[in-house]
């Protein structure tokens, strides 16, 4: 287990950066990519952890993929073409990669075996599992199918309507990708949109998606074009850097090229309503996800409520947003957001216990957390827990807080943002 040790910045950040490639975007092109006929060229790939477990599951799967860096070809046969694994297909800690990719083995006629890492063993399956039994797939995995490993044998699916009991666009896409080989319309319903990037992309690749308000309906058996994908920064990246030269007095940052797709900025729209200065410039909607240069000014911040239709569509950054409110006058209120408890960690109660041992004041609720601010920050040895969304947020916290602060588990943010150090280093 690593650890970092990490001091107060005392005149600021400043300077202009690009954060890596989105997440979700770069594991939704490597898989259609994989689904597609011919070769897809990634640009702006995020060669983080998580998205290198899905390439290596479909190399596994027989698909020929070269990566290097930032930049990806996948030379796609179609589905038919995918092969059954030899061995178990190992996803890491990438909860996107088990449930696309169940979607997709959901609809492909032989048996594969999926599992990841501890962390992956506690994250809910029933979700992908119960929509993908519907259609026809046969999936077992401990408890009735909720958790890993999950062994499917795919084939002969067939469309169906479907009601998601809660909003999450790894659901979503892994019915939509299963969708691919039904006979018949499938369609979705979401309690609240969630991203979608799955939609953009199929479509990119020559799939017709219909997506009118919360539903989104798609006729099976449609196939897959090669194409070529260029990924912006990835939001949740630059939301650290976001909060960081809001909170951190004397800052200027600049972070150039972050994808502003609509179901992902509710960081920009949060940070703005409590006080931040925040402007997005060079603004461009010529590619399948739109994207800009965003600024950011420190800045005194205020208490504000978060929660409803909002949440979806930060819910990434949530650990992030609850250290912003620390600094902020009066209590920030976060509501509606029990989701948390079924990331990498329960967000929720690590986010609470790891920030008050620095001196936070915040209250962990059913769904949410409440936070007095504004608090003195001071430094403390912390823990990531694994979590590379914590393992960040909470190196964030070491440039406002006195003295020292150690956080342990620090490798856990390979997972998202291998240069994450690096990159914040460069702005002191
Ligand atoms: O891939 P993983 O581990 O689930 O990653 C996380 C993250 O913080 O990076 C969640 F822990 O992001 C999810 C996100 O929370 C990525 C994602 C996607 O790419 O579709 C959707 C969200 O999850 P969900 O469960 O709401 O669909």
Do not use: W
Not at 171 to 200: N, Q, Y
Request: net charge negative.
């Amino acid at each position: 287990m690593a650890k970092k040790t990490l001091s107060k910045v005392e005149h600021g950040l400043s300077g202009t950066i690009t954060v890596p490639g989105d997440k979700s975007i770069s594991h939704r092109a490597i898989m259609l990519g994989a689904l597609a006929n011919g070769k897809t060229t990634v640009r702006g790939f995020l060669p983080g952890e998580d998205c290198l477990s899905t390439i290596s599951c479909f190399r596994q799967l027989g698909v020929d993929i070269h990566q290097e860096g930032s930049y990806v070809e996948i030379h796609g046969n179609g589905a038919e073409h995918l092969r059954e694994p030899k061995a178990v297909l190992d996803v890491g800690n990438s909860g996107t990669t088990i449930r696309l990719l169940s979607g997709i083995l959901a609809g492909l006629g032989f048996y594969a075996c999926i599992q990841g890492d501890s962390s992956i063993a506690k994250r809910p399956m029933k979700r992908i599992v119960d929509p993908l039994r519907l259609m026809g797939a046969n999936i077992d995995g401990r408890q009735g199918g909720n958790f890993t490993p999950l062994t499917i044998t795919g084939g002969n699916l067939h469309s169906i309507d479907y009601e998601l009991p809660v909003a999450s666009a790894q659901v979503k896409s892994a019915i939509l990708l299963a969708s691919l080989f039904a006979e018949g319309t499938t369609t979705v319903m979401e309690p609240e949109r969630t991203r979608d990037h799955t939609e953009r992309m199929l479509n990119a690749f020559g799939v017709n998606v219909n997506q009118t308000g919360k539903k989104v309906s798609m006729k099976g058996k449609q196939t897959l074009t090669a194409t070529t994908i260029e990924v912006p920064g990835d939001i949740s990246s630059a939301a650290f850097f976001l909060v960081a030269g809001t909170i951190s007095a004397q800052s200027r940052l600049t972070i150039q090229h972050v994808g502003m797709n609509p179901t992902r900025t509710g960081i920009i729209d949060v940070l703005i309503h409590m006080g931040a200065t925040l402007s997005c410039k060079n603004k461009s909607e010529d590619s399948i996800e739109p994207y800009a240069d965003i600024q950011v000014d420190a800045s005194s911040l205020h208490g504000v409520e978060i929660g409803g239709d909002i949440i979806p569509i930060l819910i990434d950054e949530i650990p992030i947003i609850v250290l912003a409110a620390t600094q902020a006058e009066g209590t920030t209120i976060i509501k509606d957001a029990a989701e948390l408890k079924v990331k990498e960690t329960n967000r929720i109660d690590i986010v609470a216990q790891e920030l008050n041992k620095m001196g936070a004041h915040i209250i962990p609720t059913e769904d949410g957390m409440i936070v007095h601010g504004k608090t003195k920050l001071k430094g403390a040895t912390v823990n990531s827990h694994g979590d590379h969304r914590i393992g960040m947020m909470l190196a964030i916290a070491s440039t406002i807080a006195e003295g020292k602060t150690v956080i342990e588990s620090s490798e856990a943010i390979n997972v998202s943002y291998p240069d994450f150090f690096e990159t914040l280093q460069g702005l002191q």
